[in-house]
């Protein structure tokens, strides 16, 4: 028989408060992040109250393992799964079709192994720094927040957003370069999927 490692009490709360409709601020391999429940409207509202972020911006859904993320999407087409399991876990966000951000991070400390989807985005305001450390979070975040977890300083670079939409025929576009380098996703998605 497998054991099974016990989860931190950190990514206990974190999944406690998330299946309760709270707001968590919490460190992801880039910054740290504000999230909740994907379907909890009320929480999503905090999200985008506490951050000041305009409602017609969308956040993306962050998965804490990549089989998660791979059976929430189960329409998706061969060579898009494919090219998820190279970019995944890490620090990527990825449209998908349908208009779906998806991220699953590389984590170490909590909440790595949460078995809950959070509806996340920086725990920045609207365009303000990004927070690598958690006294980079505002004030505001923090306090409006159910539950913040401490991770120390992280690398403090955004993840790179890249658009698969098109991905079955080919097509792929970097929105955003972060952390991983436009030459490097030519590597990872030029693989046979």
Known sequence: MTEVAA????TREFERVVRAGGV????????????CRPDGEEAIERVYELKQRPREKPSA????SLAAALDAHPDLGERTRGALEQLLPGPVLVLLPGGYGVRVPALTG?????????LQTSANLSGGPDPKRLSDVPESIRAGADLVIDGGELPGV??????????????WEVLREGVISRTRLEELLRRPC
């Open 7 to 10: 989860k931190p009490p950190d």
């Open 24 to 35: 968590v601020v919490f460190p992801t391999d880039t910054l740290y992040g504000i999230g």
């Open 61 to 64: 859904v962050m998965y804490f």
């Open 110 to 118: 909590p909440p790595a192994g949460a078995d809950v989807a959070v």
């Open 158 to 171: 955004a993840s790179t957003v890249v658009d698969l939409i098109g991905y079955e025929d080919g097509e």
